[in-house]
């Protein structure tokens, strides 16, 4: 394959902002968002585990949220059903935002957006 | 350097780094390494776990000046 | 030990005269008609630094001037040369044809920035989870709001693949392959990947210029030409482990 010159060092070939920084911002989110990879460093370790665990937690939470609305929505529950459900979830909702907050994570840090399971959610 | 290129340089390289760190092909267990026995399999998969950190760290302290001691070196 | 850059064809031809990571020597390690590209190395750790990463595509793409390459996913370290033949071996005909699929082609990317709350209900106006402060005070209402927020979101959805494919179909067309991801952020419209004839990348190039004008909202951004990290195996797993490992 002769395409020596196709390999080099630049590598931008087209941008339609003369602006990239917003490129910058967002390139630099999507790095951040790696649920399963933890810091093996001893201190960073609480985190990592915290962001795993965290987003695991979030993305089952979700879907069985989801699962309930769509549940809802079809006429498929009980009245009853749903007022119970709804507290469950809202309870649940409460107690993931104090638990990202006491390990000072946001949404945007746990990536649910991911890979193939994001397609479940 | 100016802005546009520094920009160009930083934006493509957080590009390669994406590309690098989460794409091609992907060995499962790579290295094993046994203590006293224990197979210790996914030290392949900690080796994964830790450069993205180490990743994030470099991009926190400054890519471009990192970029620029490597050309100096 | 041995640090891993890539699975190649023509394993008789001589290696590119670089080093590999830390100043070691690149060697071949040939099985049929296919090489795995090492290099030795004394730790398993790899830091991901940008004099690594950047030394680790050096390799990668000095091979892919020759030769066709399936490239590895950056810090992949084998236990020696004898585990990186069994690798290339029982995975043989895998790797052929992988490298059949990327000989003559490179990857192109391409990521597109829009900006959501101009194109629609953007994720802003959805009310997000757990702001204690907003709960309603039933548990049929909470699930009243989840449900529309899942509606707003599901038509976000929807406009995304809209847009997205007005640029995705042409430049797909131009392609041998291509993937896609939408929204990996809220403002990423979409991030994507895509396998191209060398011949056909000034025409890939010039398109995109086009797309570009023909939507001014949106902010695209083209990048390589990349070795095929995009259009590998994926994952291989090592045939001779126990099932408890995995």
């Given at each position: 394959m002769s395409s020596i010159d196709l390999l080099t060092e630049e590598k931008l070939l087209c941008a339609s902002d003369d602006d990239l920084s917003a490129f910058a911002a967002e390139l630099e989110q999507t790095a951040k968002?790696?649920?399963?990879?933890?810091?093996?460093d001893p201190e960073g370790v609480e985190q990592g585990l915290a962001k795993l665990v965290l987003t695991l937690i979030e993305f089952i939470r979700r879907l069985m949220e989801r699962q309930a609305v769509r549940r809802m929505d079809a006429g498929s529950l009980s009245d009853e059903e749903i007022e119970r459900l709804g507290q469950t979830f809202m309870k649940l909702d409460i107690r993931m935002a104090e638990l990202k907050e006491a390990f000072g994570l946001k949404d945007e840090d746990l990536n649910l957006a991911l890979g193939p399971l994001g397609d479940l959610m | 350097m100016s802005d546009r290129v520094a920009r160009e340089k930083e934006v493509t390289l957080l590009d390669l780094v994406d590309r690098v760190l989460n794409k091609g092909v992907f060995l499962w267990g790579e290295v094993t390494l046994s203590v006293a026995d224990v197979d210790l399999v996914y030290l392949g998969l900690k080796v994964m776990l830790t450069s993205v950190e180490t990743a994030e760290q470099m991009r926190d302290k400054h890519l471009l000046q990192a970029d620029s001691d490597e050309k100096a070196a | 030990m041995v640090y891993l850059y890539a699975v190649t064809d023509w394993p008789e031809l001589p290696l590119p005269d670089i080093p590999g990571l830390d100043q070691a020597r690149i060697l071949g390690l040939s099985f049929g008609e296919i090489a795995a590209v090492v290099s030795p190395r004394a730790t398993a750790i790899v830091p991901a630094s940008i004099v690594n990463i950047r030394r680790h595509e050096a390799v990668v793409e000095a091979l892919m001037t020759d030769r066709s390459v399936i490239p590895a996913r950056f810090g992949a370290v084998l236990d020696d040369e004898r585990a990186a033949r069994r690798i290339i071996e029982s995975h043989y005909t895998g790797f052929l044809s992988n490298l059949d699929r990327v000989r003559g082609r490179v990857e192109l990317g391409l990521r597109v920035l829009w900006d959501g709350a101009q194109l629609g209900?953007?994720?802003?106006?959805v009310p997000s989870h757990?702001?204690?402060?907003?709960?309603?005070?039933?548990g049929r209402a909470y699930l009243r709001t989840r449900l529309e927020a899942e509606r707003r979101e599901q038509a976000q959805q929807e406009r995304a693949a809209a847009v997205a494919n007005e640029l995705h179909a042409p430049l797909a067309r131009l392609s041998a392959e291509s993937t896609q991801q939408l929204l990996v952020t809220p403002r990423m419209l979409m991030t994507a990947a895509y396998l191209v004839n060398t011949d056909r990348v000034a025409s890939f190039r010039k398109m995109v210029a086009d797309l570009s004008k023909a939507h001014p909202a949106l902010r695209l951004l083209c990048t390589g030409p990349w070795p095929p990290y995009n259009f590998t195996m994926g994952s291989v797993l090592p045939t001779e482990r126990n099932e408890a490992h995995v």
């Open positions: 968002c790696l649920p399963k990879r933890i810091n093996t | - | 209900t953007g994720q802003d106006q757990g702001s204690t402060s907003s709960l309603p005070a039933s």
